[in-house]
C-alpha cells in the first residue's frame, strides 16, 4: 500500500509538470500505477466474491436446519395429535 501511494504521488507529480523528466519515465510511471490499481481491483474484487460464496453457503446450511427443525417440530405435533 505504501508503495501504490509513492506511485500515486510520483504520477501526480509527473502530470503537474513539476518535473523536467522525459516523456518515457511519466509513461512508465503511469503504467506502473495503473497496474498496481489494477491488481489492487482485482484482490478486492476476489476478495468480495470469497465472502459472498462463504455467506451463500452459510445462508443455505441455515436454510437447510430451519427446514429440518419445521420438519421436525411437524411431526411431534403430528404425533402429539395422532396420539389423542
Same mark, same amino acid.
Given at each position: ?16 509538470? #513539476? #518535473? ?13 500505477? &495503473? ?14 466474491? !470469497? !465472502?459472498? #460464496?462463504?455467506? &451463500?453457503? !452459510?445462508?443455505? &446450511?441455515?436454510?437447510?436446519?430451519? !427446514? ?17
Amino acid at each position: 500500500m505504501k508503495r501504490f501511494a509513492t506511485l500515486v504521488v510520483a504520477a501526480f507529480v509527473l502530470a503537474s509538470g #513539476t #518535473t523536467a523528466c522525459g516523456g518515457p519515465i511519466e509513461e512508465e510511471v503511469q503504467q506502473r500505477v &495503473e497496474e498496481e490499481v489494477q491488481q489492487g481491483r482485482t484482490q478486492i474484487e476476489e476478495q468480495v466474491q !470469497e !465472502e459472498r #460464496t462463504q455467506i &451463500e453457503q !452459510e445462508a443455505q &446450511e441455515a436454510q437447510q436446519k430451519i !427446514e429440518q427443525e419445521a420438519k421436525e417440530v411437524q411431526q411431534q405435533v403430528e404425533e402429539k395429535v395422532g396420539g389423542q
